[in-house]
T-cell receptor, first 115, second 111 residues
Framework: GAVVSQHPSRVICKSGTSVKIECRSL??????MFWYRQFPKQSLMLMAT?????????EQGVEKDKFLINHASLTLSTLTVTSAHPEDSSFYIC???????????FGPGTRLLVL | DAKTTQPPSMDCAEGRAANLPCNHS???????VYWYRQIHSQGPQYIIH???NNETNEMASLIITEDRKSSTLILPHATLRDTAVYYC????????????FGTGTRLKVLA
C-alpha cells in the first residue's frame, strides 16, 4: 500500500517551453501533496504544499507564477514548470499523505533537463 | 521547526548492525521523529517513525533518548542494498505538518 507514482520519470525540453509533471496516489486518497526539488548531491528542498481543491502554499523564494501547482482531485497533483530555463534542471519529487498527522509517501521522482 | 544534525557519512560492514545517529536538541514535546532513506536517483523511502518510545518494524529499530534530544536508527544486519542516504526528520506539529530535510548521512555498506 501507500504507492505514489510520477509521470514522466524523465523529460528533456528546450529553454522557454513549459513542462507538466504528474503525481498520483495509487491506493489512497491524498488530501495533501508536497513538491520538492533536489539538485545533485544536495538534500530535498520543499517547494510547495498543495491541498485538494485549494491554492498551493509556496515556500519562501519559490516563484508561484513559474511553478504552477494544481491539486484537482484526491489522487492527482500536477506541477507545471513554465518557461523553463537550464537552471530549472533538477530532480522533482512529490509526496502525498492522507491526513496532516499521517506519514508522507514519496514518488520516484522526475528528472528534468532543460537545454 | 526543529533542526536535525547527522554525520555526513558512515561505513558499515555487510552483515553487521548499522547505527545511524541524529541530534534534534530543539525538538518540542509533540513533534515526531521520522527516518527515510534515498537510494540513488529514487524518491525517499519511509523507514520508521516515533514520538517517545522505541519502535521496531521489519526494516529497522528506532531508539529515542529519554530527553528526546537525539535518536538512533538501527539496521540490524546491513546488506549492500542498504547503501543510501538516510534522512532524520522532525515533523512539525502545527500548520502543514511539513518535513524539513537536513543533509542526511550517506551510509555505505561494504562487502
Amino acid at each position: 500500500g501507500a504507492v505514489v507514482s510520477q509521470h514522466p520519470s524523465r523529460v528533456i525540453c528546450k529553454s522557454g517551453t513549459s513542462v507538466k509533471i504528474e503525481c498520483r496516489s495509487l491506493d489512497f486518497q491524498a488530501t495533501t501533496m508536497f513538491w520538492y526539488r533536489q539538485f545533485p548531491k544536495q538534500s530535498l528542498m520543499l517547494m510547495a504544499t498543495s491541498n485538494e481543491g485549494s491554492k498551493a502554499t509556496y515556500e519562501q523564494g519559490v516563484e508561484k507564477d513559474k511553478f504552477l501547482i494544481n491539486h484537482a482531485s484526491l489522487t492527482l497533483s500536477t506541477l507545471t514548470v513554465t518557461s523553463a530555463h537550464p537552471e530549472d534542471s533538477s530532480f522533482y519529487i512529490c509526496s502525498a499523505r492522507v491526513a496532516p498527522w499521517e506519514t508522507q509517501y514519496f514518488g520516484p521522482g522526475t528528472r528534468l533537463l532543460v537545454l | 521547526d526543529a533542526k536535525t544534525t547527522q554525520p555526513p557519512s558512515m561505513d558499515c560492514a555487510e552483515g553487521r548492525a548499522a547505527n545511524l545517529p541524529c541530534n534534534h536538541s530543539t525538538i518540542s514535546g509533540n513533534e515526531y521523529v521520522y527516518w527515510y532513506r534515498q537510494i540513488h536517483s529514487q524518491g525517499p523511502q519511509y523507514i520508521i517513525h516515533g514520538l517517545k518510545n522505541n519502535e521496531t518494524n521489519e526494516m529497522a529499530s528506532l531508539i529515542i533518548t529519554e530527553d528526546r534530544k537525539s535518536s538512533t536508527l538501527i539496521l540490524p544486519h546491513a546488506t549492500l542494498r542498504d547503501t543510501a542516504v538516510y534522512y532524520c526528520i522532525v515533523r512539525s506539529s502545527s500548520g502543514t505538518y511539513k518535513y524539513i530535510f537536513g543533509t542526511g548521512t550517506r551510509l555505505k555498506v561494504l562487502a
